[in-house]
C-alpha cells in the first residue's frame, strides 16, 4: 500500500472511529443512561438546551401565527375539537420555541412546515370540512402509509397535546365496518419537543404498519415512560381517536419498544381488560433491579416509598397477563433483554408462561425476523379480539387508581397498597369468587349471558359465603341487552349483597385514593400563595413562594403542559357567596372550580388553606403543625398534603407540591415514582434539591377512611 493510500486508509479509519465514538455518545445522552448519571449533587439538563432561533425566523413565526389565529377567530362556528388541529400546532411551536427545545436547522424549518399546515386547515375549515376530511387533507404518503398529525385536549391541564396517526393510504373510515387500533410508544428521546416529535409522526411511519389498521402514536408528554400524565395522554388520545374514526372495541392492543416497552408493560398490566394483545420490546418493568444492573445504582427507598414501588413494578402485578395475550421481545444482546427476562421469571412463578421472542444477536433493534413472527401472531390474535365479558377474570392491584377489569370493579381495599386479588368465574346460573385484601367490588353482566329463568336463583358465591339472588329483585338497566349490576360487601367477615355506596362516608375510593401524584391524573389548577408586595425572612413562605416556582415551570418542562391557576380569593368568595353546602359545590362548578385544587402556602399566605386548615387530620395553625401528638413550628416548617375537597368531595386538595419526583429522576425513567405518600412534613429551613423539596421529618398514609393511621 502506498503512503498515499495508507494515509488514506487511516484516515477513513479515524472518521469511522470518531463517528462511531460521537455516536455512542450521542446515545448515551439521549438515553439518559449510565453510571455518570448517579450523582443527584450534579444533574445535567434534562431537557438539553437546544440551538439559538434566528431573530429573523422568531419575528416570521410571530406574524404567521398571528394572523392564523386571526384567521380562525372569523370562522364563528368551527367544532372546538377541529380548532385544537390548527391551535395545537401554533402551541407545538410556542412551546418548543419556549422551552429551548430546537435542536437543529431540520426541526426550525420543519416548524415553518407547522405554521403551512396550520394555515391550509383554516383553508380547509371555511371549505366546509371537519374531522377526518381536515386531519388529512394534505397529509403525507409514505411505504403505502398516509401519516397524519392531530391534537387533542387533555382534561389534566386544557393543554393542546399532540398525536401522530398512521393508516394504510387507501384507507378511509367506513362507520359499518370498526378498525382495529394499535397504540405504538415511542422510544426515549431527551431532544423530543413537539415539533420535533410532529417532524418524526410526519415524516416516518413506524416499526410496524399493519393492514387494514390505525396505528396510534401519543407523545406522552415528552420522556416519562408513559407513567403519569404520560399515561394519561395514552388514555385521552385513544378516546379522541375513537371519537374521530369507527374504532373495534375488542380489538384495541398496546405495544412499544425501549422507554415504549416500558410503558406498555405498565398499560398491560393496570388496564388488563382493555386489549386484545400487548407486545412490548426492550424497556425495563420495576425500578430497584434495573437500575441495579442498567444504572450501577443501588436505590435504596424510604420506608413510605416501599410501598408506592408497587405502582409501576410491573412483576407485582403480572398475573394480570394470565387472560392477555402478550409477547415480549428483546434482542439478544440487549442490556434491556432485563425487563422481558424479569416479567417472565415472575410469570413462571404463577404458572403462566411467557412468549418471550429473542432476536438472534442483536442489540437493541428489532430483527427482520422477529418482527415477521410478532406480526404474525398479533393477527392471530386480532381475529380472535377481546372478549369483553370473559368467562374468567383474575386481576390484581394494589391501589384503587386501578379498579376494574371488564365485568368487576373493585370500590373498597382493606389495606392500601398490600396485594389485592379477585379472581372470578361466571357460570350459567351464577358466579364463582375469591377475593384478597378486598372489602367492596360491584359486577356489571348482561343478563343474556346467564341461562336461567324468572323462577331461579341467582348463586353468587364469595369466598365462604354462599348468596342465593332471584331475578325478579334485581335491577337492570334500560339497555336494549339489560344488564345486571351486583354490589358486594364484606361486613363482618361474611359477604353480603348491598344496593349501593355510602357515599356520604369518607373513604379511600376509585380515584380518591392518593398518593400526592394521583391529584396530577385528573383535572386541576394551580393556586398560588396571596403576594403581599413584601419580602419575609420567614423560611417558610420564602420556601412555598420557590416551590411554586419550582412545580408550575416543572409541570410545564417536564409534562409539556400548561399552568392553568385561580386566585385564592376568588375561590373563597365563591365559597362564602353561597348559603348551603349544595350550593357552595353548585358555584365552584359553575366557576370551572370542579377539579383538583393545588394549593400553594400557608393559612397566612393561603386563604383557602386557611378555611381548611382546622377541617383536617393535620392541623394548621399560625404556630404549629400538629399530627396527632406530634408538634412542629410553622415557621421551619411547612405541610405536603393530599386530601378530599371538603367543599367538592369526589376531588382533591394538595398542599405545598407539584408532581413529587424531581430533577435527579428525569435522567432514567424508571427513577420516575411518587417520591411521597398522603402526608409530609418538610423542614422549610433545609434546603431543597434534585430529589426533595426539603428535608423531610415526618411522613405518611393515611387510613381508609382518610385519617391518621397508627404508626
Known sequence: MNTFNQLSFRYVLSRCLLFFVLQFSIAAVLQGDGPDDNFPENVRLVPPKGITVPQATLESWKTRSAEISQELASIVDGKPTDRWQVEGLLRAVRMTLEEEMFYNDSEIAF??????????????????????????????????????????????????????????????????????LDVWLHGRDERSGEVGFLQRRYSQPGEFTPANTVVLHPYGRYSNAFKFAGEIDVLEGIEFVKNLVPVDQNRISIRGFSMGGAGCWQMAVHYPGTWFAATPGAG???????LRIFQKEEFKPTTFQKPLL??????????????????AYSGELDRQKQAADVMEASLRSKGIELPHIIGPQTEHKYHPDS???????????????????????????????????????????????????????????????TTQNIDRFVVTLPVSLFKIDLNQMLTIKIDDSQLSLSPRQLMTDRSANPKWRL?????????????????????????LQGPI????????????????????????????????????????????????SKSPQEIVDTIDSA?????????????????????????????????????????????????????????????????????????????????????????????????????????????????????????????????????
Not at 412546515?113 to 366546509?128: C, F, P
Not at 391541564?157 to 373510515?173: A, I
Not at 425495563?284 to 434495573?290: A, P, V
Not at 382546622?614 to 405536603?640: R, T
Request: with cysteine.
Open 111 to 180: 416548524a415553518g412546515t407547522l405554521l403551512d399546515i396550520a394555515k391550509e386547515r383554516v383553508a380547509v375549515l371555511k371549505s366546509g370540512k371537519t374531522g377526518w376530511d381536515l386531519l388529512t387533507t394534505g397529509m403525507p404518503e409514505k411505504n403505502g402509509s398516509r401519516l397524519i398529525i392531530g391534537v387533542f385536549q387533555s382534561k389534566l391541564d386544557r393543554s393542546l397535546q399532540p398525536f401522530g396517526l398512521v393508516v394504510p393510504s387507501t384507507w378511509t373510515p367506513n362507520p359499518s365496518q370498526p378498525v382495529r
Open 371 to 433: 418482527k415477521a413472527e410478532i406480526t404474525k401472531r398479533l393477527e392471530e390474535f386480532a381475529t380472535a379480539g377481546r372478549n369483553e365479558y370473559p368467562t374468567q377474570i383474575d386481576f390484581t392491584t394494589y391501589t384503587l387508581r386501578y379498579a376494574t377489569h371488564t365485568w368487576i370493579a373493585i370500590e373498597r381495599l382493606k389495606k392500601h397498597w398490600e396485594e389485592s386479588r379477585i379472581q372470578a368465574k361466571r357460570l350459567d346460573t351464577g358466579l364463582e369468587i
Open 487 to 511: 354490589g358486594f360487601e364484606n361486613v363482618n367477615g361474611k359477604w353480603e349483597q348491598v344496593r349501593r355506596s355510602n357515599s356520604d362516608k369518607l373513604s379511600k375510593q376509585p380515584n
Open 284 to 290: 425495563f418493568c420495576e425500578t430497584t433491579e434495573f
Open 310 to 327: 408497587h405502582w409501576y413494578d410491573c412483576p407485582d402485578w403480572s398475573s394480570n397477563l394470565r387472560y392477555l395475550p402478550t409477547i
Open 579 to 711: 348559603p348551603t353546602t349544595a350550593a357552595v359545590a353548585a358555584s365552584l362548578r359553575m366557576e370551572n372550580l370542579d377539579c383538583n385544587w393545588v394549593l400553594f402556602g400557608t393559612p397566612e399566605s393561603n386563604p383557602v388553606i386557611a378555611k381548611l386548615a382546622m377541617q383536617l387530620p393535620i392541623q394548621w395553625s399560625k404556630k404549629k403543625i400538629q399530627v396527632g401528638s406530634q408538634l412542629y413550628d410553622s415557621e421551619n416548617h411547612a405541610l405536603i398534603m393530599i386530601y378530599p375537597n371538603p367543599y367538592l368531595p369526589n376531588r382533591y386538595i394538595v398542599f405545598n407540591s407539584g408532581f413529587t419526583f424531581r430533577e435527579f429522576a428525569y435522567l432514567n425513567n424508571a427513577r420516575q415514582i411518587p417520591m411521597l405518600p398522603d402526608w409530609a412534613i418538610v423542614d422549610t429551613a433545609s434546603k431543597p434539591n434534585s430529589q426533595w423539596p426539603g428535608k423531610i421529618v415526618d411522613a405518611g398514609f393515611f387510613d381508609g377512611s382518610w385519617q391518621l393511621s397508627s404508626k
Open 517 to 564: 401524584d394521583d391529584a396530577f391524573l385528573d383535572s386541576f389548577v394551580f393556586v398560588p400563595p396571596v403576594d403581599n408586595g413584601q419580602e419575609s425572612s420567614n423560611p417558610t413562605s420564602t420556601w412555598v413562594k420557590n416551590e411554586f416556582a419550582h412545580a408550575t415551570s416543572q409541570w410545564k418542562r417536564h409534562f409539556r403542559g400548561d399552568v392553568v
